[in-house]
């Protein structure tokens, strides 16, 4: 209140000096043209009065000229003084994570099985209040996501808030060799952490114009990729604990090609081995060894665990089918 009390009487005194400095510059005018006319026929001492009053009338100007910059200054001064009063404190990081855990207080007053999508609409003011403290919420949000009894969908939503504050936090890109494409894998949820971790969709990214050409919502958790050598395909090894699949991403269609796995396999091992093998009784893998070519694709086979059978296939992207198959009972089997 003192600082604003001294501001206000330093502009009002500048005020005053710039009224002084005029009422001052037209009394001196006016003093000169009397002074004119009194010695009106003495031209010497008229010429030497003038220049006088001339040299005055410059004077009083650059009085006045200082006396407003020196206002002007005063004015910026004052004008930032206020605003740095009038500015709100920032909030601490204290009061920051106090405030995080308010909101997921009232987001989870009851017991819930909705997704971070269902819950995030459904609380639209407590999610942008939470984003809009940026990494001062990180804190707080480790805290609950860390915390044992919050395992679950409150888990997940700090790690989904945590998200859209910071997304490169989470998003996991493989670029092609060539420089052209990429692949953007996304977080799509974070429910099944504890178990096979996080799932992902997948933006296909043109890297020459920084834009994304199509978004895949296929579910993919720990996956591999591996880019064919014309950088036209990309393979994508994932699954868990019960299952392996590899899926081909075709930049040039911008589409996802699903290889032959357990249905299409299981009659082959039926007709060769002449059983009622029911593939999905078990552990099955399809997973990437290697890139034949530019069009084809080696895929490993795994039935049961430990396997009761085990090869490989090649697949030929083109003609869209198996070209070479291999699958033998395992030595563990026999």
Not at 63 to 69: E, L, P, Q, Y
Not at 92 to 105: E, G, H, N, R, T
Request: glycine share 2%; aromatic share 12%; charged share 30%.
């Amino acid at each position: 209140m003192l600082k604003k009390t001294i501001t206000f009487i330093l502009v009002l005194t500048a005020i005053i000096s710039v009224l002084v400095s005029c009422k001052t510059s037209s009394t001196g005018s006016y003093t000169s043209n009397n002074n004119g006319n009194t010695v009106s026929d003495k031209s010497k001492e008229k010429s030497n009065e003038v220049s006088d009053d001339d040299s005055d009338s410059t004077s009083s100007q650059t009085s006045g000229n200082t006396v407003s910059d020196n206002l002007k200054e005063t004015s910026n001064e004052v004008s930032d003084e206020v605003s740095e009063d009038l500015s709100e404190p920032e909030t601490s990081q204290d009061d920051v994570s106090l405030q995080v855990k308010k909101y997921f207080d009232i987001i989870f007053a009851k017991d819930t099985s909705k997704s971070e999508k269902e819950l995030m609409a459904e609380f639209p003011d407590e999610f942008a209040a939470i984003v809009s403290f940026g990494e001062k919420a990180f804190p707080a949000l480790d805290e609950i996501a860390n915390d044992r009894e919050s395992y679950g969908i409150k888990s997940a939503f700090a790690h989904y808030i945590k998200q859209a504050i910071k997304p490169e936090l989470y998003a996991r890109v493989f670029k092609s060799p060539d420089g052209k494409f990429a692949i953007k894998a996304v977080v799509d949820t974070f429910i099944n952490m504890s178990s096979i971790g996080e799932v992902y969709y997948f933006e296909l990214i043109d890297c020459k114009t920084n834009t994304t050409l199509i978004v895949l919502k296929d579910n993919y958790y720990k996956f591999t990729v591996q880019w064919s050598p014309d950088n036209r395909y990309a393979s994508i090894e994932y699954g868990s604990s019960f299952f392996y699949i590899t899926d081909v991403i075709d930049f040039q269609e911008l589409k996802t090609i699903k290889l032959p796995d357990a249905k299409e396999v299981e009659s082959i091992v039926q007709n060769k081995f002449n059983n009622d093998y029911n593939v999905y009784s078990d552990f099955f893998g399809f997973t990437h060894n290697q890139w034949v070519d530019d069009n084809k694709i080696k895929i490993n086979i795994e039935l049961r665990s430990p396997p009761e059978y085990e090869g490989w296939y090649i697949y030929d992207l083109v003609k869209k089918e198996i070209v070479e198959i291999d699958i033998q009972k395992s030595e563990v089997s026999r």
